[in-house]
């Protein structure tokens, strides 16, 4: 790989990662920390949607986070031809 092109697919992978990280900091952190008295008092099947949130809902995301970062970078890398 080519310096250039290794600078650029570098970038892409710390790009992919800096949003995954920051969709997991806001439903950890921002949902099931600060804003749980907000998220209480909505109702999701009969509980709280911030105890939702913290026990259930976070790992429904986090499992997307993990799905969508696997297809993401498959895509990147065909894009620089590091694909196996």
Known sequence: MLDKSAKAYWAANVRLLTICLSIWFI?????GILLLDQLNTIHLGGYKLGFWFAQQGSIYVFIGLITFYAWRMGKIDREFDVHE
């Open 27 to 31: 439903v950890s952190f921002g949902f």
